[in-house]
């Protein structure tokens, strides 16, 4: 089966994306295999027992969490999202003219309304 020049042509544009994913896995695949010959093996008893922090650990690492600490982790995320809109926001202030300020008053007061429920009901806490 011969190719036509066109499909060579067209071909060979993904050419360097092909040798940079080659690179990319020799590289990984190369510096684990010389770290896995290179490293020193001495396996000794010290070596092998679980660090925590440098002492000894005191319970089970696998204890669950409680819930607020979730809760408030969520809470951080949804807040910190909605505080990156308003950078774009800012820098297109200019174009977007008051109908954009607002929306954005409209969108920071929803923001305030969700802050103040959650305070209010103790999920800021962390008692």
């Not at 060579?8 to 190369?30: D, Q, R, S, W």
């Amino acid at each position: 089966m011969e190719l036509s020049p066109s499909l060579i042509a067209y071909l060979t544009e993904y050419l360097p994306i092909l040798l940079f994913l080659g690179a990319a896995f020799v590289f990984g695949a190369g510096t684990l295999l010389v770290s896995h010959v290179a490293q020193p093996k001495y396996p000794e008893a010290e070596k092998l027992t679980t660090y925590e922090c440098g002492s000894e650990p005191i319970s089970d690492a696998r204890m669950p969490f409680p819930v607020r600490y979730y809760i408030i982790a969520m809470l951080f995320v949804i807040f910190d999202v909605e505080v990156i809109f308003l950078y774009p926001w800012a820098v297109a202030f200019n174009e977007i003219g008051m109908i954009g300020m607002m929306e954005m008053m409209i969108f920071i007061g929803l923001f305030f309304v969700a802050y103040f429920y959650a305070w209010m009901k103790g999920a800021l806490e962390w008692d």
